[in-house]
Nanobody
Framework: QVQLVESGGGLVQPGGSLRLSCAAS????????MAWYRQAPGKERELVAF????????NYEDSVKGRFTISRDNAKNTVYLQMNSLKPEDTAVYYC???????????????WGQGTQVTVSS
């Protein structure tokens, strides 16, 4: 049974930074791409960023390009999301997901973490 545990969320002022972590309890962590999604109140869950199995390829949703950085440490079975220059519209619950990617983009699996709340407010 795959478990994904997110951490690192919190309350931050606009312009601030947070680093989210997602620890996976799985021996096959390196077999999968990993992604961060977010869901704001009243909105659908959206893909924020994903990273390839080796970490050599990353992709970002347009509104976070240049501000967010996704990375992974395969030795620790952990994926990160460094978020800088945060804006109020980044407020959401952030989830990590393991999946695959190909010519059609990222395909999520059914495996989700419990989420971590990020609130950007003065």
């Amino acid at each position: 049974q795959v478990q994904l545990v997110e951490s690192g969320g919190g309350l931050v002022q606009p312009g601030g930074s947070l680093r989210l972590s997602c620890a996976a309890s799985e021996r096959f962590f390196t077999f999968y791409a990993m992604a961060w999604y977010r869901q704001a109140p009243g909105k659908e869950r959206e893909l924020v960023a994903f990273v390839s199995r080796t970490g050599g390829y990353t992709n970002y949703e347009d509104s976070v390009k240049g501000r967010f950085t996704i990375s992974r440490d395969n030795a620790k079975n952990t994926v990160y999301l460094q978020m800088n220059s945060l804006k109020p519209e980044d407020t959401a619950v952030y989830y990590c997901n393991r999946g695959t990617y190909g010519s059609g983009g990222y395909s999520p699996s059914i495996h989700w973490g419990q989420g971590t709340q990020v609130t950007v407010s003065s």
